[in-house]
Each structure stands twice: as C-alpha cells, then as structure tokens.
C-alpha cells in the first residue's frame, strides 16, 4: 500500500489549497470501509489531526471547522481536503493515514505556508 500525498503550496492568508492523497494497493472494498485522516505538524510541535472521515462520520480539529472540509473518491482511492479560507496557524506539512484492515498507512507529508 502506498499513500502519494500532493496539492501543497504557498498562498497568502484567506487562500485555498486542494490536497490529495492518492492510494494504491487497496482494493475498493477497503477503502470504501476505512478510516482516512489529515493530519498536520507545524515546525516544534507535535502532529496533530486535522479533520478525519470514516464511512459513517466526519471529524474536524475545532480550528479548522467551516473552513475544512475532507472527502474522498471511492473509485479513485483518493482522500481530499479542501482548505478554505486559509491563515498563517494553518502553515505545516500536512499528511494522510489510512486504516484499513487493522493497518495504518501514513503519506509524505505535503508543505503549505500561508503568509500574512
């Protein structure tokens, strides 16, 4: 299984980026079953989630929330976030995990800098 993370940039404050992550070696089954998550670690601190979608549920980190949103494509075995509305707390490499079928899988990491 690999996770190919892409999309990341810099833009200025109150931009849009689009990030991807695109997956193989997961049959449609399992993705459509998993746990996908976006996760973010600014420079000195501790990775953190971001916003996160299960079959049946969406989660997003407070400070993102009406800014965010996360989505997938089944039939591309791809998982997306959208970020709107973006600030300069936002700036960090940003990474996708995968659980399915009991594993976690984790993407590079994808930078996005957001200037004032």
């Known amino acids: 299984v690999q996770l190919q993370a892409s999309g990341g940039g810099s833009v200025q404050a109150g931009g849009s980026l689009k990030l991807s992550c695109a997956t193989s070696?997961?049959?449609?089954?399992?993705?459509?079953?998993?746990?996908m998550g976006w996760y973010r670690q600014a420079p000195g601190q501790q990775r953190e989630l971001v916003a996160e979608l299960t079959s049946s549920s969406t989660n997003y980190q407070d400070s993102v929330k009406g800014r965010f949103t996360i989505s997938k494509n089944n039939a591309k075995r791809t998982v997306y976030l959208q970020m709107n509305s973006l600030e300069p707390e936002d700036t960090a490499v940003y990474y996708c995990?995968?659980?399915?079928?009991?594993?976690?899988?984790w993407g590079q990491g994808t930078l996005v800098t957001v200037s004032s």
């Open positions: 070696g997961i049959i449609w089954s399992s993705f459509s079953a998993g746990r």
């Open positions: 995990k995968i659980d399915v079928n009991s594993r976690t899988y």
